[in-house]
């Protein structure tokens, strides 16, 4: 089965510094990943996603992640951190499996909570 | 752009009770999903639905009845409500298996 793993329950950064919020993940075959952020009382927002191609994916708000096969990583990264960027962040992975419906469910991971700090 | 609509935002029943949480999109999606978020645990699917009149169980499902009589709309029910269905619940859209989900801003649900 697909999975996601988020090993950080929070990150902690200064504004103005580079952040990084990491997600490994498992899967067989090649992934189709996420990355949702989550602000307070929201629903969850696209930020970028990987299907094929560049190892470097460009998001929204200045957000990029990079795609490391050998390390099954996407890591979620931000040269230079904003207040506003604290929220909650969630990586997720599209499950290969089709149902019979056709139906390939999202799987997210736990979220990482980033925290900057003015 | 109204997105993804839910309905209530905040509800508080008794053990035993039943209701129904709204969900409407106003953009055409094919797909739609319900899950819930509870702490630690990230999101986790309830019930899906890949167009009107088709839905079928998700991760986790006991408890919840959902129907898609409409491209825009996909209520979930909670037949008889427990304490540990207190979550909050998110409904999502998207036009291709393969697109990115739109969600709503979620009701927030206790069961006292």
């Known amino acids: 089965a697909q999975s996601v793993a988020q090993p950080e329950d929070q990150v902690n950064v200064a504004e103005g510094n580079p952040l990084t919020v990491k997600c490994t993940y498992s899967v067989s075959g090649n992934p189709y990943l996420f990355w949702y952020v989550q602000y307070p009382n929201r629903g969850l927002q696209f930020l970028l996603k990987?299907?094929?191609?560049?190892?470097l994916v460009k998001g929204s708000y200045g957000f990029e992640a990079e795609f490391n096969k050998s390390q099954t990583s996407f890591h979620l990264k931000k040269p230079s951190a904003l207040v506003s960027d604290s929220a909650l962040y969630f990586c997720?992975?599209?499950?290969?499996?089709?149902?019979?419906?056709?139906?390939?469910?999202?799987?997210f991971g736990t979220g990482t909570r980033l925290l900057v700090s003015p | 752009n109204a997105g993804v609509t839910q309905t209530p935002k905040f509800q508080v029943l008794k053990t035993g009770q039943s209701m129904t949480l709204q969900c409407a999109q106003d953009m055409n999606h094919e797909y739609m999903s319900w899950y819930r978020q509870d702490p630690g645990m990230g999101l986790r699917l309830i019930h899906y639905?890949?167009?009107?009149?088709?839905?079928d169980q998700g991760e986790v499902p006991n408890g919840y009845n959902v129907s898609r009589s409409t491209t825009e709309d996909f209520p979930l029910r909670l037949l008889s409500a427990a304490p540990s269905q207190t979550s909050v619940y998110f409904c999502a859209s998207s036009l291709q298996n393969n697109q990115p989900q739109h969600f709503g801003d979620g009701t927030r649900l206790s069961i006292l």
């Open positions: 990987y299907i094929t191609g560049d190892n």
């Open positions: 997720a992975v599209r499950d290969k499996k089709k149902v019979n419906t056709g139906f390939q469910k999202l799987v």
């Open positions: 639905s890949v167009g009107a009149g088709i839905t």
